[in-house]
């Protein structure tokens, strides 16, 4: 195992992090992390309760007064140094992803410099946060619009990504000079405290970044806390879309400023123009990264009628020879684990379920035996819109197969979700690429691509997949508030 020659004990924390502080939870309570493929407990961190987040939220409003005012050159310093210890012990925080979230270890270690990235991305924008000087309405006035960081900035965020969900978000809000108190998911605590080891190293002031640990149980109380506390100004939450919707109306309360990534429903249409190995190539990394656990994996894939049965013949053949499910540090290992038991019961239904009404498995459909939350690669024909395995999110590693006649059927199909997350299609008709593009709702698009998320662009969904967007030059004003300044001069 390749963790073995890693120095993983030395960045794996079983404290949270508050005001440049390694500390236990008020009630002295621990809850226990595990690893996903064979069920070995980790370790423990603090199972801290509404007010641990309390006192977490006071320390990053009283260094949000000194914070806020540090140059941003000061700022975008701190970040690169961040990054490049980031880059530094990569190894190190890829075997804790691995460890306790299961993906594979090349995965993990891609997932750290997709992380790493946003912390150098964020860097540079820091000293761009530029407003403008505008044009008065009367001789003696004059007016400009500045931009200044909203303030305290809760987050809460879920464990598919436990390194760059945090990172995506404390990069933007860091730059713009805000202050953080965040809750990771409780599945992948170790990951954030890593984090937060690395950002005093690199100089962030206690206060700064906070991160408060917690078990489900107290997700919900601290979740309040942070939408009801008036020392908050903004909630960024990644996850479900029913917590999304809790905490949107939670937030009601306060007027809080939030930013929500929530799910997807992605359709990944296949043209009969489409260059059938490129959209082989292009299904399999949207659709099987992460074992189908991403937000933006293809959900329904919708194949036109000329080159359907060519498509999951394909499928069935990649899906045989390039997949191979299990522990994430087996050398050649691409399917982990699912990130538990719950997971492994909802995939499996939604497969019976699709079966029952009429899908055939071409390959898979069944859990993988032995220990560990493991389902196999999984290929279903002859799915149709209705059935539950295309109207709801499998996070999970099954490519449905939808057949559709016209380009206009498939854009219905396609836009007939409450999601607008990603959506992919290949195509090698120019015309049919603009038209089909301009007519997706959804927030990304990739057109003869299925890799289209990096720092430099943007990240976010239309409809029920959420509001405000991360990443890109746009990332950073989710965290930043316009202010109009008029002089008037005599
Ligand atoms: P997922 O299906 O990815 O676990 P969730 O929305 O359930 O998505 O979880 C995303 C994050 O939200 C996790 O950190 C989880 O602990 C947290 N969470 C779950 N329920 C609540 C809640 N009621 N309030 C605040 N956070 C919550």
Redesign the pocket.
């Given at each position: 195992l390749r963790m073995a020659s890693t120095n993983v004990a030395a960045l794996q924390k079983d404290k949270a992090y508050v005001d440049g502080k390694w500390v236990s939870a008020k009630s002295g309570k621990t809850f226990e992390v595990t690893n996903p493929s064979t069920g070995a407990v980790l370790g423990s961190v603090p199972d801290m309760d509404r007010s641990d987040a309390q006192a977490a939220v006071d320390a990053a409003y009283k260094s949000f007064q000194s914070w806020k005012t540090t140059l941003p050159k000061e700022r975008s310093d701190i970040l690169r140094r961040w990054f490049e210890l980031c880059v530094k012990h990569k190894k190190e925080l890829a075997t804790l992803i691995t460890l306790e979230m299961g993906k594979s270890y090349p995965e993990s270690e891609g997932e750290i410099a997709y992380s790493a990235n946003f912390l150098e991305w964020y860097s540079e924008e820091a000293r761009r946060t530029y407003g403008h000087v505008t044009p008065s309405s009367a001789q003696n006035k004059r007016v400009m619009v500045i931009k200044q960081p909203v303030g305290v900035v809760a987050m809460?965020?879920?464990?598919?990504f436990p390194s760059a969900m945090l990172t995506r978000k404390m990069g933007a809000a860091l730059a713009a000079g805000c202050t953080v108190v965040a809750?990771?998911?409780?599945d992948t605590p170790l990951s954030a405290l890593a984090l937060c080891q690395l950002a005093e190293q690199a100089g962030v002031p206690p206060g700064v970044v906070n991160v408060v640990t917690s078990s489900?149980d107290n997700?919900?109380p601290?979740?309040k806390e942070f939408c009801e506390n008036p020392l908050i100004s903004k909630i960024s939450f990644t996850?479900?879309c029913?917590?999304g919707k809790?905490?949107l109306s939670q937030c009601a309360s306060t007027v809080k400023k939030t930013s929500m990534e929530l799910g997807g429903n992605a359709p990944f249409i296949v043209f009969d123009s489409a260059d059938v190995d490129k959209a082989i190539q292009g299904v399999m990394f949207a659709k099987f990264r992460v074992t189908g656990q991403t937000c933006i994996c293809a959900n329904r894939i919708l194949v036109q009628e000329g080159v359907y049965d060519k498509f999951v013949q394909a499928l069935a053949k990649a899906i045989d020879s390039q997949l191979k499910v299990g522990d994430g540090f087996e050398p050649g290992v691409t399917q982990g684990p699912l990130i538990n038991k719950r997971a492994v019961d909802k995939v499996e239904s939604l497969v019976n379920s699709s079966v029952d009404q009429g899908a055939k498995v071409v390959v898979g459909g069944t859990r993988k035996e032995g220990a560990g939350n493991f389902y196999n690669p999984t290929l279903l024909r002859d799915v149709t819109t209705e059935m539950s395995v295309s109207t709801e999110e499998i996070f999970g590693p099954v490519a449905a197969c939808i057949k559709f006649k016209t380009e206009e059927e498939a854009v219905t199909i396609a836009n007939s979700t409450r999601y607008g997350l990603a959506s992919y299609f290949y195509t090698n008709d120019i015309s049919q690429s603009y038209r089909v593009s301009e007519a997706l709702e959804f927030g990304m698009v990739g057109v003869n691509e299925s890799a289209m998320t990096s720092p430099e662009t943007t990240f976010g969904g239309w409809k029920e997949s959420g509001l405000g967007t991360e990443g890109g030059k746009y990332g950073i004003d989710e965290y930043l508030a316009l202010k109009n300044i008029c002089y008037g001069i005599q």
């Open positions: 809460i965020t879920p464990w598919n809750r990771p998911a409780e489900r997700a919900s601290i979740g996850g479900s029913n917590v809790t905490l």
